[in-house]
């Protein structure tokens, strides 16, 4: 479904916990929105192997190669360079910002990308759905679709080879990437709000109920 009540260009800063269902909604908000995805993760891989030698990729690399966050400073630079592909796009942003200084940054960015409208989206779960729900996810090592309800071992109904727990959905890692992402989003959020550019989306629900909320919620915000 295409939205056409929607005069400019608008940017979804997409915020959920693991196992919120962020990733099912993307897809939908991607469709509904006619807007390219912004995955920070994915630019930074991308940026640090296709970026020509300068001391910002140098840093950047030290860091990414050791584990560690690499500089907003970069960030910033290779999300400006990505939304410049895309005039009057809309675009979702995946967990993009993420901490305080990454929604100055943001801002900037907006303000500069001449993108004023601009909104976060937070599917809201509690900590222990999180948990549970991660903690039954299998995943298929083709098509990397995830499952609930099926098992490690069962098979994928798409590409007939058997289900597999993700190395990064083992309970310890989980539970820190968790408790890591709880205040961030709770400041992140806190910021949005006061700015009137937050949306909440209640995520203990099916996928279709989650999807319902938002589609009524743009509509209120003629999104
Ligand atoms: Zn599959």
Known sequence: MTNTNQDKTIAVALMGLPGSGKGTQAIFLLEKLNAVSISVGE??????????ESEIKSKAEEKYNSGQPVDDDFIMMIIKDEISKYKNRNIV???????????VDFKNIMKESKIDKYVALN????????MSRIAGRVVCQK???????????????????????RADDKEEVVKNRI?????????ISKNFDR???????????TPEEVREEINSKFDKWNI
């Not at 942003?93 to 929604?103: A, E, G, H, R």
């Not at 679709?145 to 098992?151: K, P, Q, V």
Request: charged residues 30%; contains cysteine; aromatic residues 10%.
């Open 43 to 52: 630019l930074v891989r991308n940026a640090l192997k296709s970026y020509p």
């Open 93 to 103: 942003f995946d967990n993009y910002p993420f901490s305080k200084n990454q929604m």
């Open 123 to 130: 599917i809201e779960i509690d900590q222990e759905t999180a």
């Open 143 to 165: 098509c990397g679709e995830s499952f609930r309800g099926l098992a490690a071992g069962d098979i994928c109904p798409k590409c007939n080879v058997p289900l597999v727990h």
């Open 179 to 187: 408790i890591k992402y709880i205040p961030r989003i709770e400041e």
């Open 195 to 205: 700015e009137g550019k937050y949306i909440r989306i209640d995520g203990e629900r």
